[in-house]
C-alpha cells in the first residue's frame, strides 16, 4: 500500500484544493503500486487521474500574457550539429518519451526534466526545437524578463502559473538564462526573496508529474545552485564544435553550394574557437554574397568572414 508520505501529500493537495498536486499524489501512489506488484490498481488509480484532469478548469498561458512565447517547430534532429554524447542522450529522452506508457508499467518514469549547459550559441535553444519537433508538440519558451519581478511574491505566483500550464497542456518548456532563478543561494549577493522563488521552482520541479518536457538552459553552470542538479534527470553538456563539427555544419548551411575541396584545413582552423551559431552566419553572409554578385563560393570567401568574425572578439579583448 501507498506509504505514508503519499497518503500526506494526497490529504494536503486535498484541504488546499490543489489539483495539481492532487493528481501528482495520486501518479505518485500508482507509481508505488505498481513497483509492489499491484499493477490492476496501479491502472485505476492512472485512469481515476486521467478523468480528474478531464474535468479540471486549468488557466492556459497564452503568448498574449507575456509570459511564454508559443511555437510550433518542425526541427529534425539531423539539424543538430552536436557531440556524439549529447546526440546519444537526446535519442534516449526521445525514445523514453515515447514510449513512457510502457515505462509506467513497469513503475518507471521516462526523463522529462533537462539541464543544457554550454557556451552560448553551441545548440541548446536549438535543442528544444528539435525535441519539439521530432515529438510534434509545441515549444514553449518561457520569458525570464516577464516572469521576474520586483513585487515580493509575485514571481512565485507567475512560476505556479507556468506550472500549471505545463502539467494541462503537453509541450516542451524552455527555461532559457536559467541562472536568472537557478543562482546559488549561498552567494553573498543572493536576496531573500530569489531564494524564496529558487526554492519554489524546486518545489514544483519536485512535485511535476506531467506529460511536458522541462528544459533549463544556461551558459554558466557554475553559477547554479547545487540542489538543482539532483532535481534533473539528464545535464547535457555543450561545447563549442571540433573539426569535425565545423566540417559538417560548413556542409549543411552551405547546402548546393558545398563542395568539399572548398573547405580545406585552413578553413577549418581558422573556424576553430568560434560557436555553431557564429559559423551558420558566416555561412549566411557567404550565401548572401554569393546570390546577389552572382559569383562563385571560395575557400577565400569563407575564411574573409571568417576573420571578420574572429576580429571582433579580439576587439572586444583589447
Known amino acids: 500500500m501507498a506509504n505514508s508520505e503519499l497518503i500526506k501529500k494526497l490529504i494536503t493537495a486535498h484541504y488546499e484544493n490543489d489539483s495539481i498536486k492532487f493528481r501528482s499524489a495520486v501518479l505518485q501512489i500508482a507509481a508505488a503500486e505498481s513497483t509492489a506488484g499491484h499493477a490492476n490498481l496501479a491502472e485505476s488509480l492512472k485512469n481515476l487521474a486521467k478523468k480528474g ?78 525535441l519539439a519537433g521530432e515529438l510534434q508538440i509545441p515549444l514553449y519558451i518561457v520569458q525570464m524578463d516577464k516572469l521576474i519581478t520586483k513585487f515580493m511574491g509575485e514571481t512565485s505566483a507567475k512560476l505556479r502559473t507556468i506550472f500549471e500550464q505545463i502539467y494541462s497542456a503537453r509541450g516542451v518548456y524552455l527555461f532559457d538564462e536559467f541562472d536568472a532563478i537557478g543562482a546559488d543561494r549561498s552567494l553573498d549577493n543572493e536576496v531573500g526573496e530569489m531564494r524564496r522563488i529558487l526554492n519554489t521552482f524546486l518545489k514544483f520541479m519536485e512535485d511535476d508529474e506531467s506529460d511536458s518536457i522541462i528544459l533549463a538552459a544556461t551558459n554558466n553552470k557554475k553559477m547554479l545552485d547545487n540542489a538543482l542538479f539532483r532535481r534533473f534527470d539528464d545535464v547535457l553538456h555543450y561545447t563549442l564544435p571540433d573539426e569535425s563539427q565545423i566540417r559538417r555544419l560548413f556542409e549543411m548551411k552551405l547546402s548546393s553550394y558545398y563542395e568539399p575541396y572548398i573547405i580545406t584545413e585552413k578553413v577549418i582552423e581558422s573556424a576553430k574557437g568560434l560557436s555553431h551559431a557564429e559559423i551558420t552566419r558566416v555561412c549566411e553572409e557567404c550565401l548572401k554574397n554569393v546570390i546577389l554578385t552572382d559569383g562563385k563560393l571560395t575557400s577565400e570567401m569563407i575564411m574573409g568572414y571568417l576573420r571578420e568574425r574572429t576580429a571582433s572578439y579580439e576587439i572586444k579583448g583589447a
Do not use: F, W
Open 53 to 130: 484532469n478531464a474535468n479540471t478548469s486549468i488557466y492556459q498561458i497564452k503568448p498574449a500574457d507575456g509570459l511564454c512565447d508559443v511555437v510550433i517547430p518542425d526541427n529534425q534532429e539531423s539539424e543538430l550539429v552536436v557531440s556524439e554524447d549529447v546526440r546519444i542522450r537526446l535519442e534516449r529522452i526521445l525514445n523514453e518519451y515515447r514510449q513512457r506508457e510502457k515505462l509506467r508499467s513497469y513503475g518507471l518514469k521516462n526523463r522529462t526534466k533537462i539541464l543544457l549547459e554550454g557556451e552560448p550559441g553551441t545548440g541548446k535553444t536549438l535543442t528544444a526545437t528539435v
